[in-house]
T-cell receptor, first 115, second 116 residues
Framework: EAQVTQNPRYLITVTGKKLTVTCSQN?????MSWYRQDPGLGLRQIYY???????DKGDVPEGYKVSRKEKRNFPLILESPSPNQTSLYFC??????????????FGPGTRLTVL | AQTVTQSQPEMSVQEAETVTLSCTYD???????LFWYKQPPSRQMILVIR??????QNATENRFSVNFQKAAKSFSLKISDSQLGDAAMYFC?????????????FGKGTRLSVIA
């Protein structure tokens, strides 16, 4: 089954304690992306990756890091989480093909609370 | 930069009735893609329907259809024969056709309630 998986689904942590949210897709997609969802703001892109070892900032990258060592995995790293990073996080992936209406496949989401 | 506006924070509909959710967008591109995503209480993002801007025919998926008005930059979602399972947050989203970074640009969402 084609899917994007994220772990953990729920996480409560404390300020400053480094954490990683994993994301994996089994569709051989080149493009992967992280979004955060906050009430009244919709979803906003944090970071994206066009392929292995190619990553770049989205609209709200401050406080986050990513890596893309393998095509299927795109972890989101919070080196020193702060309460304003409490949010719902989504990983998404799709193929890169101009003029192709390819859907972005979303993971199930990770609810992060930073105390 | 593109923007997506959903002017209805909340809507409600009687079961079996029809409801239309509004979405407008702003872009200078002539070719692009539009999507409606559903987010039920489980928080999963589920694709409902998508539309290519170069296609004049409105997309339909079973009980879901869109009214795509390119000149007006409007992309509304019509849900027919509403069911209790349709209750969710609905997001309208825009995507550029470029082969570079093409994130979805989301509206702020419309919360739909279905009344039995």
């Amino acid at each position: 089954e084609a899917q994007v998986t994220q772990n953990p689904r729920y996480l409560i942590t404390v300020t400053g304690k480094k954490l990683t949210v994993t994301c994996s897709q089994n569709m051989n997609h080149e493009y992967m992306s992280w979004y955060r969802q906050d009430p009244g703001l919709g979803l906003r892109q944090i970071y994206y990756s066009m392929n292995v070892e190619v990553t770049d900032k989205g609209d709200v990258p401050e406080g986050y890091k990513v890596s893309r060592k393998e095509k299927r995995n795109f972890p989101l790293i919070l080196e020193s989480p702060s309460p304003n990073q409490t949010s719902l996080y989504f990983c998404a992936s799709n193929v890169i093909a101009p003029r192709v209406t390819d859907t972005q496949y979303f993971g199930p989401g990770t609810r992060l609370t930073v105390l | 930069a593109q923007t997506v506006t959903q002017s209805q924070p909340e809507m409600s509909v009687q079961e079996a009735e029809t409801v239309t959710l509004s979405c407008t967008y702003d872009t200078s591109e002539s070719d692009y893609y539009l999507f409606w995503y559903k987010q039920p209480p489980s928080r999963q993002m589920i694709l409902v329907i998508r539309q290519e801007a170069y296609k004049q025919q409105n997309a339909t998926e079973n009980r879901f259809s869109v009214n795509f008005q390119k000149a007006a930059k409007s992309f509304s979602l019509k849900i027919s024969d509403s069911q209790l399972g349709d209750a969710a947050m609905y997001f309208c989203a825009y995507r550029s056709p470029n082969s570079g970074n093409t994130p979805l640009v989301f509206g702020k969402g419309t919360r739909l309630s279905v009344i039995a």
